[in-house]
């Protein structure tokens, strides 16, 4: 149990629940595995968080870092 003192006296009329984050995994089958060279792959992801999570796409449990082949965009 977490309580709140105030000037030294116990607010019994606060309560804090502690929630575990969650985590989400979900693998994406693409059209196809191989790509030509400046084909592109467009993959959409949608999700409700509250706060916004940040998320991170990964290939073989490697993160995709964004450079000159691979961008992100967060709407």
Not at 2 to 12: A, C, D, H, K
Not at 28 to 48: A, G, M, R, S, Y
Not at 52 to 60: A, I
Request: proline share 11%; with cysteine; hydrophobic share 35%.
């Amino acid at each position: 149990d977490y309580t709140v003192e105030v000037e030294g006296v116990e607010q019994p009329l606060v309560r804090l629940k502690v929630h575990p984050k969650p985590v989400i995994r979900q693998e994406i089958q693409l059209p196809k595995v191989k790509f030509n060279e400046k084909e592109t792959l467009t993959i959409v992801c949608q999700f409700d968080a509250t706060p916004e999570e940040p998320f991170s796409f990964l290939h073989n449990e490697q993160p995709i870092v964004p450079d000159s082949r691979v961008t992100t965009t967060v709407e």
